[in-house]
T-cell receptor, first 114, second 113 residues
Framework: DGGITQSPKYLFRKEGQNVTLSCEQNLNHDAMYWYRQDPGQGLRLIYYSQIVNDFQKGDIAEGYSVSREKKESFPLTVTSAQKNPTAFYLC?????????????FGPGTRLTVL | KQEVTQIPAALSVPEGENLVLNCSFTDSAIYNLQWFRQDPGKGLTSLLLIQSSQREQTSGRLNASLDKSSGRSTLYIAASQSGDSATYLCAVGDYTGGFKTIFGAGTRLFVKA
């Protein structure tokens, strides 16, 4: 089955820790995205990548980092510099960049800071 | 700066009723508009994608319309079912500052059996 997988489904982090969220796709899509979703708000773009070894900051990149070493993978690291990391994190991909095509979403990772 | 608004935030209807969800956006210079469905604790599923040159798209019981000049889109759901209960999000493809997708906060729909 083609699709996007995210792991883990739930993640708990202590104050001061860095954590990495996994996102893998087998759709052969060039573009990948990370969004953050908070209750009552729309999705906000953290980072996006249009091609391997290239990525750009979104609207709320502070305290996050990404890498795109393989076409299939786009991991997100939430660093200790992110002041309010508790949220639902969604990864997406699309055939081309910039949202001109339908974006396909993974099931999400819920991160809670203890 | 593009803003996408969805009103109401929540809606409750009896099963079998036809209903309309609303989406408005502030800048008409969009290249597409998408409607997504999100079940609790899950990712988003694309329902319909309307390109800027189109006026509407249909899929089964769903019909989405787009009026760029007024900055509005509607999602019409015919003969609602309890399985339609979910949050519906509207998102516009925006040219400002490079191609980007801007999401509304969603309308949470409850269909009562």
């Amino acid at each position: 089955d083609g699709g996007i997988t995210q792991s883990p489904k739930y993640l708990f982090r202590k104050e001061g820790q860095n954590v990495t969220l996994s996102c893998e796709q087998n759709l052969n899509h060039d573009a990948m995205y990370w969004y953050r979703q908070d209750p009552g708000q729309g999705l906000r773009l953290i980072y996006y990548s249009q091609i391997v070894n290239d990525f750009q900051k979104g609207d709320i990149a502070e305290g996050y980092s990404v890498s795109r070493e393989k076409k299939e993978s786009f991991p997100l690291t939430v660093t200790s510099a992110q002041k309010n990391p508790t949220a639902f994190y969604l990864c997406a991909s699309s055939m081309t960049s910039g949202g001109r095509d339908t974006q396909y979403f993974g099931p999400g990772t819920r991160l809670t800071v203890l | 700066k593009q803003e996408v608004t969805q009103i109401p935030a929540a809606l409750s209807v009896p099963e079998g009723e036809n209903l309309v969800l609303n989406c408005s956006f502030t800048d008409s210079a969009i290249y597409n508009l998408q409607w997504f469905r999100q079940d609790p604790g899950k990712g988003l599923t694309s329902l319909l994608l309307i390109q800027s040159s189109q006026r509407e798209q249909t899929s089964g019981r769903l019909n989405a319309s787009l009026d760029k000049s007024s900055g509005r889109s509607t999602l019409y759901i015919a003969a609602s079912q309890s399985g339609d209960s979910a949050t519906y999000l509207c998102a516009v493809g925006d040219y400002t500052g490079g191609f980007k997708t801007i999401f509304g906060a969603g309308t949470r729909l409850f269909v009562k059996a």
